[in-house]
Every structure is written in structure tokens, then in C-alpha cells.
């Protein structure tokens, strides 16, 4: 059974950082690619990052504007979304998503490309 289980939301003031976490299991599981979405209030998901699963290949949204950062922790088998410089148009639902296509000309950025969903992470960005 595959299971991504997302950690590391929570409130933070404008210009703050937080770093979430995916724990990806069984251990044995890999991926084409690893993503990130939110969801907004009131709003659909949109692609925020992802990365092919052995690091080679990167892709950003553009609002990111290089606040973001996409990795994996090998050892623990976990895919982390570093995010500074936080805005409150940050505040959404956040999901890790594992795409197990096997193979794409580019990371995939649409959320019906990947097949398996954490349950999400709330944060939320106050002024």
C-alpha cells in the first residue's frame, strides 16, 4: 500500500519559512516524479513544484519566484518543499503527489498526471 503522508505546515507571519516534509512508503516505492500542489480557499489545486525522482530534473511554478525549493532525503525515503519569503497568497492546502509514469519528456505540473495523493498539510501566512 502506498502512502504519502505530508508534515510541516502550520502559521506563519509574512516573510517566515516552513519546510514540508512527504514520507513516502513502503520503502521499496519510487516514482517518474515527485510533486507538490495547494489548494487555495476557495480555489482549484495548482502545481507549485516537483522533481523526478532521482533529482535530475526540476520545475517550478512561476509565482514561486525562487522562494521554493524541491529535495529529497534519500535516507528517509522523504521529498521535502522548502518555502521562504512566505506571502499570504501562500495560504493553502498543501499535497505531495507521486507521479508513476514511466517516462515524460518534462515533469508533469497537472495534478491529473499523478497517481497517488498525500492528505495534505495546512499553511497559512498572516500579514
Known amino acids: 500500500q502506498v502512502q504519502l503522508i505530508e508534515s510541516g505546515g502550520g502559521e506563519v507571519q509574512a516573510g517566515g519559512s516552513l519546510r514540508l516534509a512527504c514520507v513516502v512508503s513502503p520503502r521499496t516505492f519510487s516514482a517518474y516524479a515527485m510533486g507538490w500542489f495547494r489548494q487555495p480557499p476557495g480555489k482549484e489545486r495548482e502545481f507549485v513544484a516537483a522533481?523526478?525522482?532521482?533529482?535530475?530534473?526540476?520545475d517550478y511554478a512561476d509565482f514561486v519566484e525562487g522562494r521554493f525549493t524541491i529535495s529529497r532525503d534519500n535516507a528517509k525515503n522523504t521529498v521535502l518543499l522548502e518555502m521562504n519569503s512566505l506571502k499570504p497568497e501562500d495560504t493553502a492546502v498543501y499535497y505531495c503527489?507521486?507521479?508513476?509514469?514511466?517516462?515524460?519528456?518534462?515533469?508533469?505540473?497537472?495534478?491529473?498526471?499523478?497517481?497517488?495523493w498525500g492528505q495534505g498539510t495546512q499553511v497559512t501566512v498572516s500579514s
Open positions: 522533481m523526478t525522482w532521482s533529482g535530475g530534473s526540476r
Open positions: 503527489a507521486a507521479d508513476l509514469a514511466p517516462v515524460r519528456l518534462r515533469v508533469a505540473t497537472g495534478p491529473a498526471q499523478y497517481d497517488y
